[in-house]
């Protein structure tokens, strides 16, 4: 019981440590997994079929978190005092 309250607060800690799209991908795994579980349990009445939907579910959240989030806007104009071409991204 002690080695899984540290592992937990371990992986709590390095959960801390995402960037913006890795925090929504986690999310989206969060809601697809659980979700997939429930309707794996509820269609296969099996303990084995909730845990594959809820693999499977946890795989299509990430990503469909990942594709669904908005792309960065950038704007991009030549500076006469620097000479080049600056970026700058909305």
């Known amino acids: 019981m ?10 709590l800690f390095l959960g801390a ?9 986690g999310q989206g795994a969060l809601i ?4 997939g579980a ?3 349990g509820v269609a296969s009445g099996t303990p084995q ?3 594959i939907g809820g693999v499977a579910g946890a795989a299509v959240g990430a990503v469909a978190a990942d594709m669904t989030r908005s792309p960065r806007r950038s ?3 030549y500076s006469e ?4 071409r600056i970026c700058r991204n909305r």
């Open 2 to 11: 002690k080695k899984v309250v540290i592992v937990s607060v371990l992986c």
């Open 17 to 25: 440590c995402e960037s913006a799209r890795e925090e929504r991908m």
């Open 32 to 35: 697809g997994g659980a979700g």
């Open 38 to 40: 429930i309707i794996g």
């Open 49 to 51: 079929g909730a845990i």
């Open 75 to 77: 704007h991009c104009y």
């Open 81 to 84: 005092y620097y000479q080049r």
